[in-house]
Structures are given as structure tokens and as C-alpha cells.
């Protein structure tokens, strides 16, 4: 049978990462740093044999995919199934804010409640659904090919899950960094796990670079 090959791929770094505000399905840009990773992850992918880049259409993803496009001489295909979680209310507030002001959807959140979702926003069955089916959809059409996906922290960790059988309330331990290289195989009896979080590509930092 033959298999789809997946590189899955976090956005690059914003300023909302580093200052722990949640984004959701807001669409904000990539920082310096997140451009920088940008295009690392696309150099890095440069010499891959890849038939298609699929990518949330938020600006944060898109611009990371875009940069893999120049490198590999191919095209970017949005897919809104790829976005982020949708978070509602929690959506432009840090983690501290919600602490404070929502203790109580807080801790349903902390502690990964599987159906609990935030005023206006998905649960995590919902939200798994919604990632897997559309990481599913995807694969299919290309059997025997290789494909990059690229989207959210959160579209990652459900990939993971996927994969490795987690549960959605099993803790996280393990990494979703920025523009760092996933890899998983796809069969029509679902996902399984190559390669997890290679961060090769961005050993150097941004300040070393005089060239890009």
C-alpha cells in the first residue's frame, strides 16, 4: 500500500508567542524572529522531494509556507481546516489574564477538559476531529508522495496525539516549537510517527545571520 509521507510544520515565532497571548484564529503576523525561522525551515526543506504545501490561511502560517514554497519551486494551497483551535473569548488574552479574570474555564482548560470549549470557541473533540479529518483529506490525495502541512501549535499537538495514540487529556511532554520539522506517515488506517520536533535548522540565532 502505498503511504503519504507528511512534514508537518509550525508557523514561525509572533509576538504573541512571546507574550504568551493567545491567538486562536486571530490572524497575526510573524515577528522578525518568526521570518528568520521562516526561512530556515525553508532552506532547510529545500533539496526535499515534495508535491504539495498545504497551509492554514492565517497570516502566521501562510507566510512561514510561503517560504517553503520559494525553496521547493512550488505553490501554497490554503485549507481553513488547518487554522488554529478556535479559542473565542480567550482569543487576545495571556494566559495570566484568563487565570485571573475566567479561573473557572481556566482550570476546565488547564486540565484539557475534552468537551469543554470557551465562549465562542471549539472543544478539543470538536478541534481533533476537525485537524485529523482534514490532515486525512489531505494525505489522500496524494498516495506514494510526500506532502508538507503548515499550521498551529495546536494542529501539531493533535497530530502528535494521532500518531502515538495520546490521549487528548494525556499531559503534553513533548515540544511544539516554532518552524520546527515533523514527520509522520499517513495510511488510510490512520498516522503514525517518523520524526518529532528536529530543530537542526535553527541552531544558529537570528543575530548570526548577515546574509537573509
Known amino acids: 500500500m502505498d503511504v503519504t509521507r507528511i512534514i508537518a510544520i ?9 507574550d504568551t497571548r493567545i491567538q486562536g484564529q ?3 503576523p510573524l515577528n522578525d524572529t518568526g521570518q528568520w525561522q521562516a526561512r530556515r525551515v525553508g532552506q532547510a526543506l529545500a533539496g526535499e522531494a515534495v508535491q504539495a504545501i498545504y497551509a492554514s490561511d492565517l497570516a502566521r502560517a501562510w507566510q512561514t509556507a510561503a517560504q517553503v514554497a520559494e525553496h521547493t519551486g512550488l505553490s501554497v494551497t490554503p485549507h481553513l481546516g488547518l ?9 487576545g488574552k495571556t494566559f495570566a489574564e484568563i487565570e485571573a479574570h475566567l479561573p ?3 482550570r476546565l482548560w488547564r486540565t484539557r477538559d475534552p468537551v469543554f470549549a470557551p465562549d465562542g470557541g471549539e472543544s478539543l473533540i470538536v478541534f481533533r476531529q476537525r485537524v ?6 489531505l494525505a489522500a490525495r496524494h498516495p506514494g508522495e510526500q506532502i508538507v502541512l503548515v499550521a498551529h501549535g495546536g494542529v501539531m ?3 502528535y496525539r494521532a500518531a502515538t495514540g495520546q490521549e487528548l487529556q494525556a499531559p503534553r511532554t513533548w515540544a511544539l ?13 490512520g498516522f503514525t510517527l517518523v520524526g518529532w520536533s528536529d530543530t537542526q535548522h535553527l541552531q544558529d ?8
Open 26 to 28: 486571530l490572524d497575526i
Open 10 to 18: 509550525r508557523h514561525g515565532e509572533t509576538a504573541w508567542n512571546v
Open 177 to 189: 516549537g516554532n518552524a520546527a520539522i515533523n514527520r509522520l506517515l499517513w495510511t488510510p488506517q
Open 157 to 159: 499537538d493533535i497530530l
Open 205 to 212: 540565532s537570528p543575530l548570526d545571520e548577515n546574509h537573509s
Open 104 to 106: 473557572e474555564q481556566a
Open 132 to 137: 485529523v479529518d482534514t490532515a486525512a483529506e
Open 83 to 91: 487554522r488554529e483551535r478556535g479559542f473565542g473569548e480567550f482569543e
